[in-house]
């Protein structure tokens, strides 16, 4: 995912901190502990820690960065999970299940789908999972975020929420919100009243990324498509 340098207000009414947080700065124990865990910056000094990875509420599934699951941070992270949904382009020898999405960008709505589908169906085991993009910010958020939402009917903004609890940085980009709140929408087994709140925040969504007129020519297509695929769910 994306990361933003100042703090901002984001399309689903949660305030959240884009900059530099002092959680991610914090010097880590060879064997971190608790629902935040980071390895220390390597040789090249940066803003970011090398490894992260942040449970999400009590569930036994986290979000996580690039760097947190290779087999030799995860182990010195004191993580063992059982499933690794990769989100970003590259997996490692960790990832179970690579469903590559771009950020800033209108993927395509069955991959987004397949992605929530494989993280839906690997949470349920109960069994420690772990969903990952490059930064653990914005794919990552989003996938978790929606499958969450989707699996115990809640809203999208609320399983932000709680994600931003440990994953401070938690910020799905615009356009993977679009593709959050269409998958919601169409989800039979979802109530009308968390359905039609779904629907009104495509529309939302849809308005402000035709106003900021950022789509290319396939783009367009997909977001097109997307539309469509939500009115014939009404």
């Known amino acids: 995912g994306s990361v933003g340098t100042m703090s901002k207000e984001p399309e689903d009414g949660v305030p959240q901190e ?30 970011f820690p090398d490894a992260v990875a942040a449970r999400v509420g009590s569930r036994n599934a986290w979000i996580a960065d690039k760097h947190a699951i290779t087999p030799d941070n995860l182990a010195r992270l004191n993580l063992n999970p059982e499933w690794v949904v990769s989100v970003n382009r590259q997996s490692t020898a ?15 709505y069955p991959d987004f789908v397949d992605a929530v589908t494989a993280t839906r169906k690997r949470i349920q085991t109960g069994d420690e999972t772990i969903v990952n993009c490059s930064v653990g910010v914005s794919r990552s958020a989003t996938v978790i975020a929606t499958s969450v939402a989707a699996a115990e009917g809640k809203s999208f903004s609320d399983v932000i929420k709680g994600i931003r609890e440990n994953r401070e940085r938690a910020n799905p980009h615009l356009k993977l919100r679009f593709s959050a709140f269409a998958y919601l929408a169409c989800q039979d087994d979802r109530s009308e009243e968390l359905r039609d709140a779904d629907r009104e925040r495509v529309n939302e969504v849809a308005d402000k990324i035709r106003e900021d007129s950022t789509l290319d020519t396939r783009e367009e297509a997909r977001f097109d498509a997307t539309i469509a695929v939500v009115e014939s769910n009404r």
């Open 18 to 47: 884009l900059g530099h947080g002092s959680s991610e700065n914090t010097t880590a124990e060879s064997k971190p502990r608790g629902d935040f865990r980071t390895l220390p910056s390597g040789e090249f000094e940066h803003p």
């Open 94 to 108: 960790a990832t179970t299940d690579h469903h590559p999405l771009r950020d800033g960008y209108m993927n395509e």
